[in-house]
C-alpha cells in the first residue's frame, strides 16, 4: 500500500512538472520597467519596444514610479517579479537600491534586462543594453570646446550621485577636459532631478565664477534650471549650454539659442535591442552581454537633418 501511494505520488510530480514546464514554455510575457513615467527618452524606447515585442509574438506591459526614486520603484519590481513574467526590462533608478530585487527575479526564473542603467552586480542580468554614456560626457564636453577655442573654465549640474548613467557622463566629461590644458574644471553639483534647484545651484556658481565659459548639464530636469539661471544672469550669448538629451522641450530651447548642442541618446535603437535580447533569453538564443549605443549631437544647424530627427525623443508612441 505505501508503495503504491508513493509511486502516485511521484507520477502527480512528474504530471505538474510537466505542466508547470509547458507553462513556461507559452509564457509571452514581457513587463519593462523604465525609471520614471511620462519622461520621453522612456517613451521613445517604450514605442520601439512595444514595437518589437508584437512583431516577435510577445506581450509588453510597461509600469513606472512617477518619480525617479529607488524607494518607489522597488515595489512596482517586486510586484512585477511576484507575477512571473518570462522577463523583466528594467532601468534601475540605483547602482544598490534594486539589487536583492533582480537577484531574486533571477532565482525565480524571470530573465532580466537591464537598459539605460545598471546595477553593481550586472551579471544579474542576461544583458545590459545602454548608451556609452562616459560617451556622452566626453561629446558634451567637446562641443564646449569648440565653441570656445581658446578654453576658460567650465562647470557640470547633474541629477544625483549613485545613478550609473550619470556618474559616467560626469567621468566622461571630466576625463576629457583634463587632457585639454585650455580648460579648467571648476566643479559638479547635483539638481536631484528638481528644476528649481537646479537654477539655484547654477545662479550660485555663476557668482563664485562669473567668467564660466561652458556648461554640461547631465539630465533633463538640471538642464531647464540651468538655462534659466544663464538667462536670468543674461549670460546666454556668453555660455555655451549643452545638454544631454532631445525632449521635445530642449529642442524648442536649442531652436530659441537657450541651449547650443543636445547630446541625444538613441533610445529607440535600446528599446528594440533590448527586447530582441530578453526573447533570445527566454528562447534560449545565444544573447549578448552588453550592448552599448552611440550618441548624436544636434546643433540648430544640423537639427533638420534625418538624422537628428531620428533620435529627437517622442511623447506619446501614436
Given at each position: 500500500?505505501?508503495?503504491?501511494?508513493?509511486?502516485?505520488?511521484?507520477?502527480?510530480?512528474?504530471?505538474?512538472?510537466?505542466?508547470?514546464?509547458?507553462?513556461?514554455?507559452?509564457?509571452?510575457?514581457?513587463?519593462?520597467?523604465?525609471?520614471?513615467?511620462?519622461?520621453?527618452?522612456?517613451?521613445?524606447?517604450?514605442?520601439?519596444?512595444?514595437?518589437?515585442?508584437?512583431?516577435?509574438?510577445?506581450?509588453?506591459?510597461?509600469?513606472?514610479?512617477?518619480?525617479?526614486?529607488?524607494?518607489?520603484?522597488?515595489?512596482?519590481?517586486?510586484?512585477?517579479?511576484?507575477?512571473?513574467?518570462?522577463?523583466?526590462?528594467?532601468?534601475?533608478?540605483?547602482?544598490?537600491?534594486?539589487?536583492?530585487?533582480?537577484?531574486?527575479?533571477?532565482?525565480?526564473?524571470?530573465?532580466?534586462?537591464?537598459?539605460?542603467?545598471?546595477?553593481?552586480?550586472?551579471?544579474?542580468?542576461?544583458?545590459?543594453?545602454?548608451?556609452?554614456?562616459?560617451?556622452?560626457?566626453?561629446?558634451?564636453?567637446?562641443?564646449?570646446?569648440?565653441?570656445?577655442p581658446d578654453g576658460g573654465k567650465i562647470w557640470i549640474i547633474?541629477?544625483?550621485?549613485?545613478?550609473?548613467?550619470?556618474?559616467?557622463?560626469?567621468?566622461?566629461?571630466?576625463?576629457?577636459?583634463?587632457?585639454?590644458?585650455?580648460?579648467?574644471?571648476?566643479?559638479?553639483?547635483?539638481?536631484?532631478?528638481?528644476?528649481?534647484?537646479?537654477?539655484?545651484?547654477?545662479?550660485?556658481?555663476?557668482?563664485?565664477?562669473?567668467?564660466?565659459?561652458?556648461?554640461?548639464?547631465?539630465?533633463?530636469?538640471?538642464?531647464?534650471?540651468?538655462?534659466?539661471?544663464?538667462?536670468?544672469?543674461?549670460?546666454?550669448?556668453?555660455?555655451?549650454?549643452?545638454?544631454?538629451?532631445?525632449?521635445?522641450?530642449?529642442?524648442?530651447?536649442?531652436?530659441?539659442?537657450?541651449?547650443?548642442?543636445?547630446?541625444?541618446?538613441?533610445?529607440?535603437?535600446?528599446?528594440?535591442?533590448?527586447?530582441?535580447?530578453?526573447?533570445?533569453?527566454?528562447?534560449?538564443?545565444?544573447?549578448?552581454?552588453?550592448?552599448?549605443?552611440?550618441?548624436?549631437?544636434?546643433?540648430?544647424?544640423?537639427?533638420?537633418?534625418?538624422?537628428?530627427?531620428?533620435?529627437?525623443?517622442?511623447?506619446?508612441?501614436?
Amino acid at each position: 500500500m505505501k508503495k503504491t501511494v508513493a509511486v502516485l505520488a511521484m507520477a502527480g510530480v512528474l504530471v505538474l512538472s510537466g505542466c508547470g514546464s509547458g507553462e513556461a514554455a507559452d509564457n509571452k510575457s514581457i513587463v519593462l520597467l523604465p525609471g520614471v513615467a511620462a519622461d520621453s527618452a522612456y517613451i521613445s524606447m517604450e514605442c520601439a519596444a512595444r514595437a518589437k515585442a508584437q512583431e516577435l509574438g510577445y506581450d509588453l506591459e510597461v509600469q513606472a514610479p512617477q518619480k525617479f526614486d529607488p524607494s518607489l520603484q522597488r515595489p512596482i519590481i517586486d510586484a512585477a517579479i511576484a507575477k512571473r513574467p518570462a522577463a523583466v526590462i528594467v532601468a534601475p533608478t540605483d547602482v544598490s537600491a534594486l539589487q536583492k530585487s533582480l537577484e531574486q527575479a533571477k532565482r525565480d526564473g524571470v530573465k532580466v534586462i537591464l537598459f539605460d542603467t545598471t546595477t553593481q552586480d550586472p551579471s544579474v542580468a542576461e544583458s545590459s543594453v545602454a548608451t556609452d554614456n562616459h560617451g556622452v560626457g566626453a561629446a558634451g564636453f567637446q562641443a564646449i570646446a569648440d565653441a570656445h577655442p581658446d578654453g576658460g573654465k567650465i562647470w557640470i549640474i547633474g541629477s544625483a550621485p549613485g545613478i550609473s548613467t550619470g556618474d559616467d557622463r560626469v567621468e566622461g566629461f571630466v576625463d576629457a577636459a583634463n587632457k585639454d590644458p585650455r580648460f579648467q574644471y571648476v566643479g559638479v553639483q547635483y539638481g536631484q532631478d528638481d528644476t528649481a534647484k537646479s537654477a539655484q545651484l547654477t545662479a550660485a556658481a555663476l557668482q563664485k565664477d562669473p567668467d564660466i565659459v561652458g556648461i554640461f548639464a547631465a539630465s533633463y530636469k538640471e538642464s531647464e534650471g540651468a538655462a534659466t539661471a544663464v538667462k536670468q544672469a543674461g549670460l546666454t550669448d556668453k555660455i555655451t549650454m549643452v545638454s544631454v538629451d532631445a525632449d521635445p522641450g530642449q529642442v524648442k530651447a536649442l531652436q530659441d539659442g537657450q541651449f547650443q548642442a543636445l547630446v541625444a541618446q538613441e533610445f529607440a535603437e535600446i528599446g528594440g535591442v533590448s527586447v530582441e535580447q530578453a526573447v533570445n533569453a527566454i528562447e534560449g538564443k545565444p544573447v549578448t552581454p552588453e550592448i552599448q549605443t552611440g550618441v548624436r549631437v544636434i546643433t540648430k544647424e544640423n537639427l533638420d537633418t534625418p538624422e537628428s530627427q531620428a533620435v529627437v525623443y517622442r511623447t506619446s508612441c501614436s
